[in-house]
């Protein structure tokens, strides 16, 4: 099978409280940039041929700097992100189309990747990769560790508890038919509708259209705000100390 990737590498990381025009994805982790990590992933997932990379177009030079240095050798293009992330995602499957109409490649699957989700292991990708093409989409998600309550109609008080059993965390790489997910963000760009995620266009769009779960470990963290540099560091020397 052929499934391409799309890291999306746009945001700055209001959260985080960096600087103006830092990214978060350059941040350090074991001495490499937070995005070095999730490129090595893909780059030896065994179903992912080309990866598409979306970002600010001020960290074009270092991406490929950085990537030729790393062996990345599967990376095909790095797009200018857009104002949201849905955007940015949008502007790589353009490129991906135009791609294919130039030279017919055509791919099964697309997976849509956080930049920021450093710990992604590359037999998870290819099991996503697969099982979106079996079943049309497949969102990678872990059952959450705290009570989850709405708020009440007065946001100074608790409404209803949730049942944590009918409740996952929903992570990425999200990965769809390639079909499927192009019309989505087609459509989503004709009506102006915006999503957080992904299965979420797919959902809209494609109601009768089921997402597989891949359930996974906690390991697959998204770096959003200070406290989980020092938590990704710790789980990075971890996995370095267990290859030894």
């Known amino acids: 099978m052929k499934t391409i ?17 830092i990214s978060k994805q350059m941040l350090q982790i074991g001495g490499s940039p937070v995005i070095s990590h999730t490129l ?4 030896a997932a065994t179903t992912v041929s080309a990866i598409y990379i979306a970002t600010k177009l001020e960290n074009r030079a270092t991406l490929e700097e950085m990537a030729s240095s790393a062996g990345i050798s599967k ?42 989700r450093p710990f992604i292991l590359p037999e ?36 209803e508890t949730l049942d944590r059993n009918k409740l996952l965390q929903v992570q990425t790489p999200q990965g769809f038919r390639s079909e499927l997910l192009i019309q989505a963000h087609e459509q989503a760009e004709l009506e102006g509708w915006y ?4 299965a979420a266009l797919v959902e809209r769009f494609f109601p009768e259209q089921l997402i597989r779960i891949f359930e996974t470990g906690y390991h697959n963290i998204k770096i959003t705000t200070p406290e989980d540099i020092p938590v990704a560091e710790a789980m990075y020397q971890q996995r370095v100390s267990l290859k030894r």
């Open 5 to 21: 990737a799309i890291i999306a590498a746009s945001g700055i990381g209001k959260r985080m409280r960096l600087g103006d025009g």
């Open 40 to 43: 090595k992933a893909f780059q």
């Open 75 to 116: 990376l095909k293009a790095i797009v200018e992100g857009g104002k949201e992330r849905q955007d940015s995602v949008n502007n790589c499957i353009k490129e991906i189309e135009q791609e294919r109409r130039l030279t017919g490649n055509v791919s099964d699957t697309i997976l849509v990747h956080d930049g920021a």
């Open 124 to 159: 998870e990708i290819d099991e996503i990769s697969h099982l979106s093409l079996l079943f049309g989409a497949c969102v990678p998600a872990n059952r959450p560790k705290d009570t989850i309550k709405y708020v009440g109609s007065d946001p100074a008080f608790f409404g």
């Open 195 to 198: 999503a957080t995620d992904d």
